[in-house]
């Protein structure tokens, strides 16, 4: 099936969800004109359409392919990269002293949709390197800085980050891989890391590992890890790649999706020849990594909206022309476009209404980072809020939206030949990756009900209870905010048992004010009258769901610890 991209959805949540012309009204982000942005759009979507989106099968059904040499892509994978590297698409939102665009963050995001809505395994390699590029920038030397942020700007380099390990998955402290003193300033780097995304490949001449390692006689814990770049080749005295640098990928998993994207295990100091410089001081990894891992929520995030994009569009194309019995109570029998079904446009409104929302919500936060590096009041903390949300709900609906294109197709749906299983299986990681959505959750209520002693809650409950006209959507608003205000209040089983129903009621709230003012944006045109009945559906009947999740947020942990540990597997 041919990919659209979405080019007048995008324009719309930028204008009236990110607020768009707000950005461009700065000097920072002046570039950001009309014209400029519907290049920018419609030039992504040509590549997206022409390049990426044919290649997404061969990626599926053949995928990378691991060897003793290392990681090699499917057919035509090299050639569209290296044209969106020549295209200068990596570059749009990093600043302009690095060779990049200095574009805002929002136009980032619309870019790495449109991509990964053509081909989510093939956009996770630009989408790493974004994160790579984050922590370099705010926490690298100005020699690294210098060396590195161009290359991997353009593309030209790719990025990854490494934190886990066989023993040290959610629990990042358990990690044991080593940086010791080389004594010239760098570091020697020994140990294991699993699940990295595009840990190799064959796409790029340099791949730069961000790696967590503890130190020699660092504390134990988070508090011991530090953060080290750590290239695949060494740079020599031009400073282009050189001397392998003892990184060896070891194997790539065989998962259930995201065939085209490489998941590496990789082998750091085989022969004790790998060599790394720290980033930040030591002991500051976390802070460093999370700079990297905010970034990667968000865009996570935005995998479910990719999914969610290209999901809906198989399916609507597959319900307008599959012809399937004659409607029931029509007087006509004979046998009409399954469309016409009322169960089918249910499951299709719903897809496109869920759509709409993920993308509203995740395109509201990086709205919000582009405000944080405006220094706009309230921006920074605005974000900390909604990033959990963003990468939890935006993920949540990524599988929904997925499986119901699954059900339009029917039979055909789990016959892999027609690509609907495909959205569905390369969208199951995206809850657990970057940090699962329970961790997501329980980030929501242990930390950022927390923020200003609770203004930042609050201050989105006022903003939203401030513009809701819908009376359900208002009194979802009121029960968020009585039971937020509780949670903050409860104790830490309570508080973790309620935190994924809260985060969902909380989210949903979100996404209908977001979309309520959609609708109201909404002209006289087709996408005007889709965009207004999408958003009375959710209103009328997604909020109302939202709100049966009350007794389940508002519950205590007690019956979770009613009976022993044991006794579930009875």
Not at 322 to 350: F, K, T, W, Y
């Amino acid at each position: 099936m041919p990919f659209t991209p979405p080019t007048a959805e995008q324009r719309f949540v930028l204008e009236h969800v990110v607020r768009l012309p707000e950005l461009a009204a700065t000097p920072r982000f002046a570039a950001a004109s009309p014209d400029v942005i519907d290049a920018v759009l419609d030039g992504v979507g040509q590549i997206a359409a022409g390049e990426w989106a044919p290649l997404n099968r061969i990626g599926d059904t053949v995928g990378a392919k691991w060897s003793p040499n290392g990681v090699t892509m499917p057919a035509g994978y090299a050639q569209a990269y290296k044209d969106y590297v020549e295209g200068g698409w990596g570059t749009i939102g990093v600043a302009e002293e690095w060779g990049g665009q200095g574009l805002p963050f929002a136009i980032q995001t619309a870019v790495l949709e449109t991509l990964g809505a053509a081909n989510m395994g093939f956009a996770l390699c630009p989408t790493l390197t974004v994160g790579a590029i984050e922590a370099l920038a705010h926490h690298g030397t100005p020699e690294q800085q210098a060396l590195y942020l161009p290359k991997l700007a353009t593309g030209e380099w790719t990025g990854t980050m490494n934190l886990t390990e066989p023993q040290a998955g959610s629990d990042v402290g358990a990690l044991r891989t080593v940086a010791t003193p080389r004594g010239d300033g760098t570091w020697s780097i020994k140990g294991t890391k699993i699940y990295i995304s595009f840990g190799d490949h064959d796409l790029a001449p340099n791949i730069v590992h961000l790696v967590l390692a503890r130190t020699p006689d660092a504390p134990a814990g988070t508090r011991g890890i530090s953060l080290f770049l750590v290239p695949k080749y060494r740079l020599d005295a031009s400073a282009a790649p050189g001397a392998f640098n003892d990184v060896r990928v070891v194997s790539i998993e065989h998962k259930m999706g995201l065939h085209a994207s490489p998941t590496c295990v990789l082998s750091f100091g085989d022969a004790d020849d790998c060599v790394g410089e720290l980033i930040g001081p030591v002991g500051g990894g976390m802070r460093a990594m999370f700079t990297m891992m905010n970034n990667a929520r968000l865009n996570v995030g935005l995998q479910g909206v990719q999914v969610a994009e290209g999901a809906t569009q198989a399916a609507v194309a597959y319900a307008l022309d599959r012809v399937q019995s004659a409607r029931a109570g029509s007087a006509n029998r004979e046998a009409v476009r399954i469309v016409e079904h009322p169960d089918v446009r249910r499951m299709l409104m719903r897809m496109k209404a869920q759509a709409q929302a993920a993308r509203a919500l995740v395109y509201y936060a990086a709205g919000q980072v582009d405000r944080a590096t405006l220094g706009v009041e309230g921006a920074k903390n605005r974000l900390e809020l909604v990033t959990p949300l963003a990468k939890a709900h935006g993920t949540d609906l990524g599988n929904e939206v997925a499986s119901l294109g699954i059900q339009v197709h029917g039979g055909m749906g789990y016959v892999e030949e027609t690509g609907a299983a495909q959205f569905f299986r390369d969208a199951r990681i995206t809850p657990i990756y970057e940090g699962t959505n329970g961790i997501q959750a329980a980030d929501l209520v242990g930390r950022k009900l927390g923020l200003e002693g609770g203004a930042a809650f609050a201050g989105l409950i006022a903003d939203m209870r401030a513009e809701v006209a819908h009376d359900e959507l208002l009194t979802l608003v009121e029960t968020c905010d009585v039971i937020g205000q509780r949670l903050a209040e409860a104790g830490h089983d309570d508080r973790l048992a309620a935190s994924y129903p809260f985060l969902t009621m909380l989210s949903v709230a979100v996404c209908g004010w977001l979309l309520e003012r959609e609708g109201r944006a909404a002209g006289d045109d087709d996408f005007g009258r889709m965009k207004r009945a999408t958003v009375r559906f959710y209103l009328d009947q997604i909020v109302p769901e939202a709100l049966g999740l009350r007794a389940a947020a508002s519950a205590s942990a007690e019956v979770l610890y009613a009976v022993e540990a044991e006794a579930f597997a009875g």
